[in-house]
Nanobody
Framework: QVQLVESGGGLVQPGGSLRLSCAASGSIFRIIVMAWYRQAPGKQRDVVAFIRSGGSTNYADSVKGRFTISRDNAKNTVYLQMNSLKPEGTAVYYC??????????WGQGTQVTVSS
């Protein structure tokens, strides 16, 4: 059974940084896309960034230039480096993996709070 385990959330002041990690445990078929989403209270879950197996990336306009997504294929792990955090970045962050055979997996979510 595949599980995605996230870590790295917490409380940070505006302008600060956090690094999220998400690792897959169990046997998982070839992962083609790894992504981070976030969901603020009362809002829908939106994509923040994603990275393809070849390394190409896409970012939401709101985080471009501040967030960096990366992956370690050997470890089935994805990272999200978040710099210059803003209060509107407060949300539960979820990782998502999609496999070549159509599987999709979600992490349990990690809370990020940006507040002074």
């Amino acid at each position: 059974q595949v599980q995605l385990v996230e870590s790295g959330g917490g409380l940070v002041q505006p302008g600060g940084s956090l690094r999220l990690s998400c690792a897959a445990s169990g046997s998982i078929f070839r992962i083609i896309v790894m992504a981070w989403y976030r969901q603020a209270p009362g809002k829908q879950r939106d994509v923040v960034a994603f990275i393809r197996s070849g390394g190409s990336t896409n970012y939401a306009d709101s985080v471009k230039g501040r967030f960096t997504i990366s992956r370690d294929n050997a470890k089935n792990t994805v990272y999200l480096q978040m710099n210059s955090l803003k209060p509107e970045g407060t949300a539960v962050y979820y990782c998502n993996f999609n496999t070549v055979n159509g599987g999709t997996y979600w992490g349990q979510g990690t809370q990020v709070t940006v507040s002074s």
